[in-house]
């Protein structure tokens, strides 16, 4: 049997430099105002109040501006400054991540919207029982130039019951679930807990995960004597809202989803320069 010989297979693979297609100048003279990645899902953790963190999965978009003279972006490097980022996440961890990515991508303007299940634990009402209640939370930045915008969005789900319904009723009143969806911007950081719990007390009564039954008499009870219009919802948030100093812009909108007709009713106030 012939003796075997060292090839040359072998041996490490060379180094080759690879071409750079993205890099190379674009001759169509169209500038792009959002390029980037959109749909990544990572798990995260989240800072809340009073440093108090918890896990979550998040789903992000980001993108850069590209010059004219620029074919592509670099697609990888979003991928790599998110998978970076070792700190917990709030509104103030954004503008971080925004210059990191407009540093790596040598981009003037910088997007990243991060969405997530918030979950926090909530005790009923009488009984006590603890639950998870999930509420939906969008973090939105964008950087631009020097100029840094944060915003923060957060759906909570209520109860609301009909006030003309319980004055031309004789038993009862209809009432129904809505969702608030709030979006702020602020002088300084606000904890998503307090935006939760303004809007929750904004509507005829809050909502559980888990209810008892004199959980949900007390419930039933409350909402009963706080009847409120998908009208008064939206004003009882935004003059929350307007009480709050730190807060420099708002949107409130309101959506319930009516028992009795096969429509919902909806409602929405934009902030106003005063």
């Keep these: 049997m012939p003796q075997a010989t060292e090839t040359n297979a072998s041996a ?6 690879l071409h750079d297609l993205q890099s190379e100048p674009d001759h169509r003279a169209l500038k792009i105002d959002k390029v980037g990645i959109r749909g990544l899902k990572m798990p995260i953790t989240i800072l809340g109040q009073a440093d108090k963190q918890s896990q979550t999965v998040a789903t ?3 993108y850069v501006d590209l010059p004219a003279n620029v074919k592509g972006t670099h697609m990888s490097r979003f991928v790599e400054v998110l998978h970076e980022q070792n700190e917990p996440y709030s509104i103030t ?5 925004l210059q990191t990515i407009t540093e790596r991508l040598a981009a003037r303007t ?6 997530f ?6 005790a009923s009402p ?4 603890s639950s998870l209640m999930d509420y939906q939370v969008t973090l939105r930045g964008q950087r631009d130039g020097g100029q840094l915008e944060l915003q923060q969005e957060v759906l909570v789900p209520v ?31 606000i904890a998503t807990e307090e935006i939760i719990r303004l809007i929750e007390t904004s509507g005829s009564a809050e909502l559980y995960a888990i209810l008892k039954r004199p959980d949900e ?7 009963y004597e706080n009847p409120v219009f998908v009208e008064d919802l939206v004003r009882n948030v935004v003059t929350k809202l307007k009480n709050d100093e730190r807060i420099t812009w708002y949107e409130v909108e309101a959506e319930n989803h009516e028992s009795i007709h096969n429509h919902n009713a909806y409602a929405l106030i934009r902030h106003r320069e005063e």
Excluded: M, W
């Design 110 to 115: 910088a997007n990243l919207t991060v969405r």
């Design 60 to 62: 992000f978009d980001a």
């Design 117 to 122: 299940p918030l979950f926090l634990e909530k």
């Design 126 to 129: 009488v009984s006590g029982r």
């Design 93 to 97: 961890t954004l503008g971080k991540i």
């Design 12 to 17: 490490a693979p060379q180094s080759v430099p």
């Design 159 to 189: 109860k609301t019951l009909c006030p003309c319904s319980k004055t031309i009723s004789k038993y009862g009143a209809h009432n129904q679930r809505g969702h608030v969806t709030v979006k702020i911007r602020s002088s300084e950081p």
């Design 217 to 223: 008499k007390f419930v039933t009870e409350q909402a």
